[in-house]
């Protein structure tokens, strides 16, 4: 008995020391500035951004064409919530061991807050995604000029009938949805703790993106992604796209924020841990 005993404890306790939190980010790393593998991610968050943007709108606007001419055609509110999920998905799934396939302003944000990237990474990513965004949002409009103009551009707007607490509600609530995914899906403790159940991250991140755009494609188009608004915003530069923009960046930024204090520092106690408070020092 007493051997049996000595050869289960071992593997436990390799169990328990194997799995732990990676150190967290620095807040500042200039050494980053140096490595290739920084350009690279940065390249993977352009391009990513890009293609998500490009695809994305046009099926929106594919389906505003098709449905002004019947009322039945198109993909509807469905299709396009399945367009911008499945595309996160895609481009989370091929970028994620790159960059990490943020794809989001209010993602890095809200990584940033969790300490998983430091304030330099942070910063470009965004600058990488926005740029991405404008990029995307640019082709669209140049192969298909005349349904772009048309038909508003992709441009996220608040829908009438709804008021700017409503709007700015449905981004912060959306966003944190979205972010409280990230994080529980790319938790190394959830991976060491749930290894027998097999998690591919980029889904539960695609179909977070899915079911916040079913539930408020109607009161302001879905943002929840900053880069993607502006994007739109600053290709179409139309004075409605532009009226309630700031609802699409401070909405996500403050969703974000709380998914990153919930999960860091109320689910996973970080802070009182690193405080003491669940561990006796005796």
Known sequence: MTKDVEAVEPAAEYSAKDYHDP????????????????????????????????????????????????????VGILGIAWAFGGMIFILVYCTAGISGGHINPAVTFGLFLGRKVSLIRAVMYMVAQCLGAICGVGLVKAFQKSYYNRYGGGANTLSDGYNKGTGLGAEIIGTFVLVYTVFSATDPKRNARDSHVPVLAPLPIGFAVFMVHLATIPITGTGINPARSFGAAVIFNNEKAWDDHWIFWVGPFIGAAIAAIYHVFILRAGALKALGSFRSNA
Do not use: H, M, N
């Not at 150190?23 to 490595?35: G, Q, V």
């Open 23 to 74: 150190p967290p980010a620095p807040l500042i790393d200039f050494d980053e500035l140096t490595k290739w593998s920084f350009y690279r991610a940065l390249i993977a968050e352009f391009i990513a951004t890009l293609l998500f943007l490009y695809v994305t709108v046009l099926t929106v606007i594919g389906y505003k064409s098709q449905s002004a001419t019947d009322e039945c055609g198109g």
